[in-house]
C-alpha cells in the first residue's frame, strides 16, 4: 500500500509540476491566479482523501456479509437518527453530500427491497419522506454491530482522545463552512 506521506511528490495536479515547485510560500504570488498548495497541504489533502476512500472501502466490504451496501448503511443510519425514523429526501441528500438524482435513484431501488418507504409530504406536494421499514431497522440492528466493531477498530482506536478531538473539530469546521454553501 502507497503511504502519501512517504510517497514521490511528482504525482500533482495536471500541469502542476511545471507551475509549482515544492517548498513555495502558501500565499506567495503566482501569475496564474492559483493558490497552489504547499508541500505540507498536499500531503495533508491526499492523506484525508484516501483516508475517507479506503475506510469507506473497507467498511463497505464488512458489510459484504449483509444484505446492506455501504451505501444502505448510511442511508438508514441517517434515517434512523431523525424522529420517527424518517427524514425529507432532499435534506437527506444534502447531509450525505450526494446529487438529487443519486439519492433518489439509490432511495426507490431501497425501497424496491423492502428497506424503506417514500411518503409524499403533505404541506409540500414536490417533497417525499423516507422512512425506514421494520424490514430495514431490522438490517440495520443486524449489520451495526460489526460496523461498530470495524469503525472502532480501523479508525477510533487507531487515535488518541486529542487526536481524535482534534480531528472532530477540524471536520466541524470545514462541514459548518459546506453547509453555509447550501443557502
Known sequence: MVRFGEMST???YPGAMARQ?????????????VRWLSE?????????????????????RQLAGSPLSY???????YLTEQPGDRGRLGVM??????E?????????????????IKEKCDHDRRGWFVRVTPAGRQAIEDAAPGHVRAVREHFI???TPAQLAALSEASAVVLDHLASLEG
Open 10 to 12: 511528482t504525482w500533482r
Open 21 to 33: 515547485p515544492a517548498q513555495r510560500q502558501r500565499d506567495a504570488p503566482r501569475p496564474d491566479g
Open 40 to 60: 505540507d497541504e498536499l500531503v495533508a489533502w491526499r492523506r484525508w482523501t484516501m483516508l475517507g476512500l479506503q475506510l469507506n472501502g473497507l467498511l463497505g
Open 71 to 77: 451505501q444502505d448503511y448510511t442511508v438508514l443510519a
Open 93 to 98: 441528500g444534502v447531509a450525505l453530500g450526494w
Open 100 to 116: 438529487k438524482s443519486r439519492i433518489s435513484h439509490h432511495v426507490t431501488r431501497m425501497e424496491d427491497r423492502g428497506l424503506v
Open 157 to 159: 482506536d487507531q487515535l
